[in-house]
């Protein structure tokens, strides 16, 4: 798509200033609220999503099906929405919707899910480990800094797709999210290879 590497550029760049100046785990963007109010859920800050016709109703519309399981907000139900994810992953891929890490991010960007970036990975006592970010996610761009992150939805499919297109087991934790301070995602990765 075009241009999406010069904004993938800009976003390291911002993103990397963001994570220079955390502090105790938590991003610079305040204030700190107690929780999400539905009302915030309608404006999501998507610069490149933004360019669609309607993406600020695309995406309260996709957070409004969130609120099926009230708790998701507050947390208590990660786990749950974490398998959710998983399974949604695994399927893009095990369905052929996407065969590579490529192809992924191609179709988060045509779903407007979000754009993926695999910014590093490196070896580390027997895991792959990577640092994968992702901007404008529909799940969170935009909402208010609650103290902690809310994209386990969004880590499971992460970890699902790469489970498939590694062919080992994978886990996802979300490190950083626009509900604990910053302006992206970013989930720590590690697959047993
Ligand atoms: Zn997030």
Redesign the pocket.
């Known amino acids: 798509m075009e241009n999406i590497g010069a904004i993938i550029e800009e976003y390291r760049r911002t993103t990397d200033d963001e994570i220079m100046s955390e502090r105790n785990g938590i991003g610079p963007r305040e204030p700190i609220k107690d929780n999400i109010e539905l009302k915030d859920i309608f404006r999501p800050e998507r610069m490149f999503f933004s360019r669609f016709e309607d993406d600020g109703s695309y995406v309260a519309s996709f957070r409004m099906g969130h609120f099926n399981i009230p708790d998701i907000i507050s947390g208590s139900a990660a786990g749950v929405s974490y398998i959710g994810g998983l399974n949604l992953g695994r399927a893009l891929i095990s369905e052929g919707l996407a065969g590579d890490i490529h192809s992924l991010a191609e179709l988060m960007l045509d779903q407007k899910l979000g754009i993926l970036d695999i910014v590093s990975e490196w070896e580390d006592d027997g895991y792959l480990r990577m640092d994968v970010r992702?901007y404008e996610?529909i799940?969170?761009?935009g909402?208010p800094n609650i103290g902690r992150?809310?994209?386990f939805f969004?880590a499971g499919i992460i970890a699902g797709a790469l489970s498939e297109i590694l062919g080992c087991d994978v886990d996802a934790y979300?490190r950083?999210?626009?509900?604990n301070g910053?302006s992206?995602?970013q989930f720590d990765v590690r697959a047993r290879v």
């Open positions: 992702v996610c799940e969170c761009a909402l992150p809310i994209c969004e979300e950083r999210c626009w509900t910053y992206f995602c």
